[in-house]
């Protein structure tokens, strides 16, 4: 979703951009698939601020873990 680099220089905007395209997306699945999405789905809407490098990545790792435990 984004690099630590990005919270400098308007990163924080730039990174509920990225959630909005993954929000608006055909993969994206939906805010009640897993904590990951929700969490994505609340960035867009400006209703969660991401401020710090490791929450992208807990975000799409939850994510990941959900989608891969739904396909086994």
């Keep these: 979703m984004g690099k630590s680099t990005l919270l400098e220089n ?3 905007k730039t990174i ?3 959630c909005q395209e993954i929000g608006n997306s055909d ?3 939906n805010p009640d698939f897993s904590a990951g999405d929700r ?3 609340d960035c867009a809407e400006g209703n969660l ?3 710090n490098h490791p929450k992208p990545i807990e ?6 873990i959900e989608l891969t435990a739904r396909q086994l």
Excluded: L, S
């Excluded at 975000?59 to 990941?64: L, T």
């Design 10 to 12: 308007d990163g924080v």
């Design 16 to 18: 509920q951009d990225v």
């Design 27 to 29: 993969v994206y699945k």
């Design 39 to 41: 969490a994505i789905n």
């Design 49 to 51: 601020e991401i401020t």
């Design 59 to 64: 975000f799409g790792i939850n994510h990941h």
